[in-house]
Each structure stands twice: as C-alpha cells, then as structure tokens.
C-alpha cells in the first residue's frame, strides 16, 4: 500500500466526536486518507466508556460502530484508506498540536470538556463531601484519574443521608440514580460500575436527593426519558416530589408549550398522584413495595446556592441558599433579603453544572481562538484569537459547541464536520508527501493492544455476569498492554 499517497488527517480524542469524525472521513472521503486518532488514556471511547451512565448499557452501542470501522480500515487489505489509534499521548505534553499541524494535512480537535463549571462560592474548594459532576461520575465509571483518589475513599459515606445536587440536567438525574438506589441489586449488579464506588456508595443511608435549579420548572434540562426513570424508582420504594409552589398541571397552558414539554407535565402530574388515583394506565406500572416508601427525591427551583458550611472536621454540613426571581424578560433576579435566604442540611453535595472546555496549553501561543468554554470556530472550522480561519485546524463534539448535546447530536455534528474537511482536502491542490509522526520514543498503546484490554475485561466481567470489568488503574492498564 505504499504506493498510495495519502492525506493525513490527525482526530484529537476518541470519544463520540472523534471517532464519528473519523468514520465518516473513512467511509465518505473520495481522496485517499491516512487517518489518525490520539488518545490521553491508553483505551478509547471518551465519555461513553467514562461518561455514560453504568445501567444504560445501550448507549454505549455506538462503540461498536467505532470498533467495526477501526478493525476495517486497521487491515493491510484495505488499500485505500489507512486507520491507527494511539493512546496513551496526551496532545500538548507527549506529541505538541503544533507537531501535527506542521506534519497533518488537516487536525480535528474533539478533546471533550475536560474541567468543571463551578459555583463560585465560599466553601466549595476543600470541603470534604463536596465533589463536581464530573469527578463523581468518572470515580463511579472507574476513570483511572478518579477510581481510587481519596477525597472518595476516605470519605465517610456511612453518615450520608441527605443529599444536595445543584443542576438538573440528565447527569444529575443520573447521579441521583446512583445514589438513591444503589444498594437496589436487581440495578447495579450486571453493570460495569466501578466496584470500589459501589462498594462505598452502598455504605450511604440515602434518605433525601434534592435537585437544586436556578430556574423554574419550564426550565428544567432533563429528558422526559431521564425523569420518567427516576419516577419508576418507585416500585423500590424510592418516591419523587416537586414543591407544589413549583408545580401544579394547571400552572401550564398546554397552548404554549411543545409536545414534549406538555409530555412532562402529563407524566409529572400522574406520578405526583397516589399510585391508586393514577388514570392512565401507563402511569399503573409496578406499586411500590407494601412496606411503603422509604427514600425520597425532590425537584426544587427557584434557588441560588451562596455558600457551602462545615462542620469542625471540614466536612460539609449545609448550604445556604437564596430564593430567586424570574421576571417577565426571562431575567433571574436573586432575592438576598433574610426573609429569602435558607439553609438546606446536608451530608453530600454535588455540582451537576456542566463539564467545562478548557483550551489546549498551546492556544495562546499559535493565536486559536476560545470563546468561554469551547474552541472559536466557524463551522467546524477553527478561528484565530483575530476571528480568522485557521488553516486545516477543525474541531468537533463537546470542545466545538460546549457540553451539551447526546451521542446522535454529537454524531451529526463530527458529520458535518467530517464534510468540511473533505471538501477542504479535495481543494486544497497536490498531495503533500504522506509524514508521519515518530513514536519511537513514545510509550503508546495501538488499536490491538485496545482489542486484548478490551477482551481481558470482557472475560474478568463473565464471571460475573457484568458486560465487563474494567481496570481501574493507568499501571493496570500499562501491564495488560505490556505484558
Ligand atoms: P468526550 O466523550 O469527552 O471525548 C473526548 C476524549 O478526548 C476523551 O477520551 C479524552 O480522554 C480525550 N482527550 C482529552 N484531552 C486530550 C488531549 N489533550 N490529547 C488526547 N486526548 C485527549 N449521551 C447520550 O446520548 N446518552 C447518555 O445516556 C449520555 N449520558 C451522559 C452522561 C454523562 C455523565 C455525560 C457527561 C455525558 C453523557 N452523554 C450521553 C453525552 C455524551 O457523552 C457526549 O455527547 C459525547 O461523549 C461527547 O463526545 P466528545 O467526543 O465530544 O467528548
């Protein structure tokens, strides 16, 4: 195949953006491509491996796309294009993106969100109990960085019973899952969450979860498929409530509001009702345990956290919080008078605000634009600090937009992206000479090495009867590869 010249196009990430950026090119581009995916962890897969939540295995089904493509154009056989993965290189420490803008006829950026949104208040630095969304979620789902770290296993989980979630976002209401049912085996058992979390989060006697929004109900972010799932605790005995000062049927005229919204309202207001009184019967389901309920989540809005409190051993105690306001222009007013402020208790508090873009340590020094929390683009096409277009420099998924949008958003968009490039490509005249990058003094994994890690967790999970069993360490991950 070495008589082919190919274009070279370096993907940085190989979550859902990267790999969908690489498939389309590969199954779409009519010039030849060489076509390779840098991973920080040395095993692919992103936020779906680390993000998606451990008992909704389905959606973890675009990683099967993702093997199929890699296996196909990972063969000498296939002639045309040419695919590798590398992991284990982190871009901007072990290879610079300014190596692979020189060497690359086209680089996509598709690192993810990589830092938290914060609440910016008095406490939420060091307070033990006090974690972000995206450090709880990574620890559940056994990320290397987090599964072991001792803010989470030196934490008393055996006096958590009251919970505080600021954000209402379906990763909030998939923390809630986890937390309020997590001693329910019949959910967690065949999973791959990490053991070592569940282990812990098991010890915790969760009596309350309260979601805490800004906002108002219109407002919420969740899906009605999210929520309906947590209503459908019940039959374990786990209850939901919204604050009827928040939430009655009539507080919204069906005229103004989409299909799917006045969905939400339907289902809430059945849910709200005692099993017995529900009319439809796809509201019946399952009734809750004779034994009654027994753990409670709450929608609450309306309120501004302003400050985390702790006990003498620095651990949290309560949050102090402030009523809001939301006025006819949509504007949030936060009311500060003492009449206004509360004090939640609380033994647990996570902040489900967002995961948020953070520019490459190399940005500033080859001028590419940020715009608060994603890479400045036109597009899919990168921008200069001058709002100009950065030559061959693309980017895709959650750093293109910011943290929002699901796996089939996230694909549309590296498709759309993926057509740029090729059209980029096709114009952009003679083939450069086919460079590429000197790993020889690089510890990095391949797509085979993937394929024997993959296959040694999907066998340690067989056993019992988990769909696998992750490493939960770099140094386990590294001996696997290595040995
Ligand atoms: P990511 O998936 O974050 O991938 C980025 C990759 O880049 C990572 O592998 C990272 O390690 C790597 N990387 C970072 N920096 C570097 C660097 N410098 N060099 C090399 N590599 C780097 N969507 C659904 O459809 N259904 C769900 O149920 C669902 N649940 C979710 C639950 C949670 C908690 C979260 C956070 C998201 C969820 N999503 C869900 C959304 C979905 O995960 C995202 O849409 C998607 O993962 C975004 O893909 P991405 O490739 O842009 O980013």
Redesign the pocket.
């Given at each position: 195949s070495s008589q082919i010249n190919r274009k070279t196009v370096s993907i940085?990430?190989?979550?859902?953006?990267?790999f969908y950026t690489a498939y389309h090119l590969l199954k779409k581009s009519p010039i030849p491509l060489n076509v390779t995916i840098?991973?920080?962890?040395p095993i692919p897969?992103?936020?779906?491996r680390y993000?998606?939540?451990p008992d909704?295995p389905e959606?973890k089904n675009c990683e099967e796309t993702f093997t199929t493509c890699a296996e196909e154009f990972s063969l000498p056989t296939n002639k045309k294009h040419k695919f590798s993965f590398v992991g284990g290189?982190?871009?901007?420490k072990e290879i610079l993106l300014k190596t692979l803008l020189d060497e690359q006829d086209a680089v996509v950026l598709?690192?993810?969100?990589?830092g938290d949104r914060k609440l910016n208040i008095p406490g939420e630095q060091g307070t033990k109990g006090v974690f972000s969304?995206r450090e709880f979620?990574n620890w559940y789902n056994g990320h290397p960085d987090f599964a072991q770290d001792e803010r989470f296993t030196d934490f008393n989980w055996g006096k958590v019973s009251k919970v505080g979630i600021i954000g209402n976002g379906?990763?909030a209401l998939?923390i809630t899952r986890v937390l309020i049912s997590s001693q329910i085996d019949e959910i967690w058992k065949a999973t791959d969450i990490s053991p070592l979390a569940l282990k812990l989060v098991r010890k915790a006697p969760v009596k309350d979860v309260r979601l805490i929004a800004r906002r108002d109900f219109v407002h919420s972010k969740f899906t009605n498929k999210e929520l309906r799932e947590l209503w459908e605790l019940e039959k374990f005995g786990i209850r939901g409530s919204i604050g009827s000062k928040f939430f009655q049927k009539e507080m919204f005229d069906p005229s103004k509001y989409d299909r799917a919204f006045n969905r939400r309202v339907e289902m809430c207001s059945e849910y709200l009702k005692p099993f017995d009184e529900r009319s439809k019967k796809n509201y019946k389901k399952t009734p809750p345990p004779s034994t009654g309920y027994e753990k409670f989540w709450e929608l609450d809005y309306l309120k501004t956290p302003l400050e985390i409190n702790r006990d003498g051993a620095g651990a949290i105690k309560s949050l102090t919080l402030c009523n809001n306001q939301i006025h006819e222009d949509n504007s949030l007013q936060l009311l500060k008078n003492s009449s206004n402020i509360l004090i939640y208790d609380m033994d647990l508090l996570i902040t489900s605000l967002g995961?948020a873009g953070i520019p490459?340590p190399e940005f500033s020094n080859l001028s590419i634009g940020f715009d608060r929390d994603h890479v400045a683009n036109k597009q899919g096409r990168v921008l200069t600090t001058d709002g100009e277009i950065f030559p061959h420099l693309y980017a895709s998924?959650?750093?293109r937009k910011g943290s929002q949008?699901?796996?089939?958003s996230?694909m549309q968009d590296a498709f759309e992206v993926g057509d740029r490039i090729m059209q980029d490509l096709t114009v952009s005249g003679a083939l450069s000479s086919e460079k590429s990058i000197d790993l020889s003094n690089i510890r990095h994994s391949t797509w085979e090495d993937w394929e024997r890690i993959n296959k040694k967790e999907v066998l340690r999970g067989r056993k019992e009867h988990k769909p696998r069993s992750k490493f939960l360490t770099l140094e386990e991950l590294w001996s696997n590869i290595e040995d």
């Open positions: 940085v990430g190989s979550g859902p953006s990267g840098w991973e920080k962890l897969f992103g936020l779906s993000g998606v939540a909704h959606v290189v982190t871009i901007g598709s690192y993810g969100c990589t969304s979620v379906n990763v998939d995961y490459l998924g959650w750093i949008g699901v796996i089939a996230t």
